[in-house]
């Protein structure tokens, strides 16, 4: 069973940068579609950006411009780099793939 660890969230002022880290344990990633998701609270856990393994990517319209989603093959490990970012982006962020359990997440709180 594949298990992803979140890091990298934490407190920012609008317009701010953070860059999260998800390393998977228990399969690779190379193969495979990797996805982000946020919760802010009181609402649904939605879906904000994917990379698949072949180099393309999705970004929900809300984060379009702004986040950007990569992978590291070699460390098992996918990345988000928000940028701008924006008290409606406060929320949990979760990291996934096919077959994988939902991790703690991390928390990104953007306010002054």
């Known amino acids: 069973q594949v298990q992803f660890v979140e890091s990298g969230g934490g407190l920012v002022q609008p317009g701010g940068s953070l860059k999260l880290s998800c390393r998977a344990s228990?399969?690779?990633?190379?193969?495979?579609?990797v996805h982000w998701y946020r919760q802010a609270p009181g609402r649904e856990r939605v879906q904000v950006a994917t990379?698949?393994?072949?180099?393309?990517?999705w970004y929900s319209n809300s984060v379009k411009g702004r986040f950007t989603i990569s992978r590291d093959n070699a460390k098992n490990t996918v990345y988000l780099q928000m940028n701008d970012l924006k008290p409606d982006d406060t929320a949990v962020y979760y990291c996934?793939?096919?077959?994988?359990?939902w991790g703690q997440g991390t928390q990104v709180t953007v306010s002054s």
């Open positions: 996934t793939m096919q077959g994988a359990d």
């Open positions: 228990g399969r690779g990633i190379d193969l495979y579609a």
């Open positions: 990379l698949l393994s072949g180099g393309n990517t």
